[in-house]
């Protein structure tokens, strides 16, 4: 018996140190210790010992059952820490591999126009007004001193939805509407930027669908003077401090006089470049003191109040600014394109600093 033992012993040692799953292990454990196993098979053969070698053989038996524990646990560690090792080594993160490019968008060329815009008119103390883009007749036309068969209206060749509506094909209804909506009629100063739509084939300076910022100013004795003062002040904001304007003569059904306004040429001072088309100037918007027509139909008062007005074309500004030669560029969402003004905003954003 003794010697059953030994070679038990032997073979245990043997089994557990070529161990190397903590599963084997459970198995190793069951074919020793387990029910069926190799001891519960040596105590039954104990059984039948006689009594003086049955002390002794039962002895041997529990220090063989201590020693197979004290090694199982042994074992137990040994692959448990081998298991957590292997499991680190698998999951190291090399952290010399080069990351993942982030792409992190940045703000459309119109919306940083349209915003430069607004906050220079809002720290003059105007108000940001939006309207509807399906308009009615009434205020798209008629209010503003273009009546039914007025030539003008060809000049805005329109998208009707029904016979009275539209899709708006300028800003300017916007400022019928404020005049009409404020009920004390006193003073306004506004600017409204916006969609319009008008039925032309696009183009490099065209398109079906473009965006203006109209703005406008009622108050008692407004006079021109007060409109080139505020335009002078947006165009050396927008183009760069040197900038001059001047006026020329225009026709708008909704301002008399009318007025084309050009800035002096940003790229060459106003020697003449491509740019200016060698002319040392470039027309930037339109603009006009407000029709007493227009003023009568809102409910003012020609005799007490006047105003000026003004409507001019983010997408002009912008290609003007940033030297885009295609209107479309703007719709297309091409990522090449939209990419150069992650730097402009970046330099904007130190500049400021
Ligand atoms: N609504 C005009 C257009 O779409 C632009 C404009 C010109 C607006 C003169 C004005 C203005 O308010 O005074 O062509």
Known sequence: ?????????????????????????????????????????????????????????????????????????????????????????????????????????????LTMIIDEIEELFVSMGYDVVEGPEIESDLYNFE??????????????????ITNEMLLRTQTSPVQARVMDANLEKGPIRIICPGKVYRKDDDDMTHSHQFTQIEGLVIDEKISIAHLKGTLEVFAKKIFGENREIRFRPSFFPFTEPSLEVDVSCFKCGGSGCPICKYTGWIEILGAGMVHPNVLRACGYDPEKYSGFAFGMGPERIAMLKYCINDIRHFYTNHIHFLNNFDRIERDDMNESK
């Open 143 to 160: 209010k503003l001193n273009i009546p039914k068969d007025h030539p003008a209206r060809d000049m805005q060749d329109s998208f009707y």
């Open 1 to 109: 018996m003794k010697d059953k033992i030994q070679i038990m012993k032997k073979e245990a040692l043997e089994k557990l140190e070529a161990c190397n799953s903590l599963k084997e292990l459970q198995d190793i454990k069951v074919l020793f210790l387990g029910k069926k196993g190799k001891t519960h098979e040596i105590a039954n053969e104990i059984k039948s010992l006689d009594s003086s070698q049955k002390k002794e053989a039962g002895m041997l038996l529990n220090e063989f059952k201590n020693y197979f524990n004290e090694l199982f646990e042994k074992t137990q560690k040994r692959l448990e820490k081998e298991e957590l090792d292997k499991k680190l080594k698998e999951e190291t993160i090399d952290i010399t591999l080069p990351g993942t490019k982030v792409n992190v968008g940045t703000t459309h060329p």
